[in-house]
């Protein structure tokens, strides 16, 4: 007997044990994408559904754009661990999490296969409607977790996704200038900075001492927004993208 899934794309249900209750009151407001990180699709599928592992997705996305649901939307997977988005810290209570097979940067990280892409596309934009989703809420692992995680990284084609309507995400400002701030720094260009990335959704503390956890922030922003350049210091082009992304929010649009 077939078993339905959450999603209105082409499905198959492979269920996982892992995953409990959502926190009281908890809304679905955001989707989380990640690379499995391992050897193969065989053995991330296995540990996702291992209830020794105790991690697991909603969703499960091949290289060949064949799409598993793990976990039912309504129960809270265990996919974001430690995880923080504008102010809000039980990132797995309000999110949705797909995870993408790629090796990863450990076992040989490749861009993704355009059918596999193209399978992401279609679930993210279901999931996004059914749920109210705005754009600037479809992240990655290392969006919410940068000091832990770097996934989907740097090779995920975001640009692709939100020319297809999913996702939050402009035309990275050219890299043109040199270093305009780095880590050990301090100072009002810092507080500013830190305050646009805190605005913007990350975990950053704004202080204007250039610390560790900024340069983590400004890592993940760059894999996610200007991935030509992942360094964790701050030149032109980072800041006028990031400037450009705050600008199509529509609390700061006017």
Excluded at 131 to 136: E, F, L, V
Aim: charged share 20%; net charge negative; glycine share 10%.
């Amino acid at each position: 007997m077939s078993v339905a899934t959450d999603t209105g794309v082409p499905a198959r249900v492979h269920p996982s044990p892992n995953h409990g209750p959502r926190a009281n009151g908890a809304k679905i407001d955001m989707v989380v994408l990640h690379y499995t990180g391992m050897q193969s699709a065989e053995i991330a599928l296995q540990r996702l559904c291992d209830p020794r592992a105790e991690v697991s997705a909603h969703y499960f996305v091949d290289e060949d754009g064949s799409i598993l649901q793990c976990v039912p939307e309504a129960r809270r997977a265990w996919h974001a661990g430690q995880g923080f988005w504008k102010g809000e810290a039980d990132t797995n209570s309000r999110s949705i999490g797909v995870e993408i097979v790629n090796p990863g940067h450990e076992f040989g990280y490749r861009s993704f296969p355009p059918a596999q892409v193209d399978a992401v596309i279609e679930l993210v934009s279901d999931i996004c409607k059914r749920h109210g989703i705005q754009p600037w809420m479809v992240l990655g692992h290392s969006d919410i977790a940068p000091e832990r995680k770097v996934d989907p990284g740097e090779l995920f084609p975001w640009g692709r996704l939100a020319e297809c309507g999913v996702g939050h995400f402009v035309d990275p400002s050219p890299i043109s200038s040199g270093l305009m701030m780095q880590e050990g720094d301090s100072g009002q260009p810092v507080e500013a900075l830190q305050s646009m990335l805190a605005l913007y959704g990350y975990e950053v503390a704004v202080s204007g001492d250039f610390s560790s956890q900024t340069t983590h922030a400004v890592s993940a922003f760059q894999r996610h927004f200007r991935p030509e350049r992942v360094d964790g210091v701050v030149d032109r082009s980072t800041i006028e993208t990031l400037h450009s992304l705050l600008k199509k929010l529509p609390s700061l649009a006017d």
